[in-house]
């Protein structure tokens, strides 16, 4: 990649995605002068999923990746997709992990949602719920790929080791998880998770006790949802990780039609 693309060259790409059925438009953010792009496709009578990318201004491989899987035929028909392309338009254009405000958008999804994103997003989403909620990052501590699994009580993970398989077939790398790598916990609290290679395997109710502020996954997670937090290294080169993205939304959603 020899630079950056801009917001807009991102919003003009998935308009012009209404040629292939994508359903698109803009959600005001109350409070804040800028909308926020949805897009729906699919059978409105298919299992729910939602998809967003972007919620972190800085990790820009995800709402490009977004795009391609969409454009691309990569998303099962039979699903009804609701997908938030750029959750942080701000964050993006300052290429900064907060919004125009400072916050970080994914602690903000508390009550009726503390910043103008997820205020839209819940907004959007009141009269709906979701079976499957992926959500795409990108993380600079990490050399290799891996996702997050919050598991309900006593439930077995479903997704995670498929998933690392599939990376593992496409040859991109997936990160050794250990006692050392930091995930984010609040200092002084014991870790809600159980790691594996390539994936966190969160206790999801713990986890709810423990953020102050709640992810967009757990919204969705409170809401009946599974949700699924996939990140790509964001020191690695473009391509793999607009491919590991690729590899990570197909493979999850083949489990969960399956
Ligand atoms: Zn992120």
Redesign the pocket.
């Known amino acids: 990649m020899t630079r950056l693309r801009t917001y807009e060259e991102l919003t003009a790409a998935w308009r012009a995605l209404r040629l292939l059925g994508f359903r698109v438009r803009e959600v005001a953010c109350v409070g804040a002068p800028r909308t926020i792009l949805v897009a729906e496709y699919g059978d409105p009578n298919g299992p729910r999923v939602s998809l967003s990318a972007g919620?972190?201004g800085d990790?820009p491989a995800a709402p490009w990746a977004l795009l391609g899987i969409a454009r691309d035929g990569l998303l099962d028909p039979r699903c009804a997709y609701r997908i938030w392309p750029c959750l942080n338009p701000s964050g993006y254009l300052a290429q900064t992990r907060a919004n125009a405000e400072g916050d970080d958008i994914?602690r903000s999804f508390t009550r009726g949602g503390t910043t103008p994103e997820a205020r839209a997003v819940i907004t959007a989403n009141r009269d709906r719920r979701f079976a499957l909620a992926l959500d795409l990052?990108?993380d600079f501590e990490a050399q290799g790929c891996y996702l997050y699994e919050p598991l309900r009580p006593d439930a077995s993970p479903r997704f995670a080791a498929q998933v690392v398989a599939a990376l593992d077939a496409a040859g991109l790398p997936v990160q050794g998880l250990d006692g050392d790598f930091d995930l984010g916990t609040p200092a002084g609290v014991e870790p809600p998770y159980r790691l594996e290679r390539g994936a966190v395997l969160v206790d999801a109710e713990l986890e709810l006790r423990v953020f102050p502020g709640l992810p967009q996954s757990m919204f969705h997670y409170r809401r009946g949802a599974q949700p699924l937090t996939f990140e790509s290294p964001r020191p690695a080169p473009w391509d793999d990780r607009i491919a590991a993205h690729r590899v990570f939304v197909t493979t999850a959603l083949a489990i969960f039609v399956s």
């Open positions: 919620v972190h990790e994914n990052h990108e």
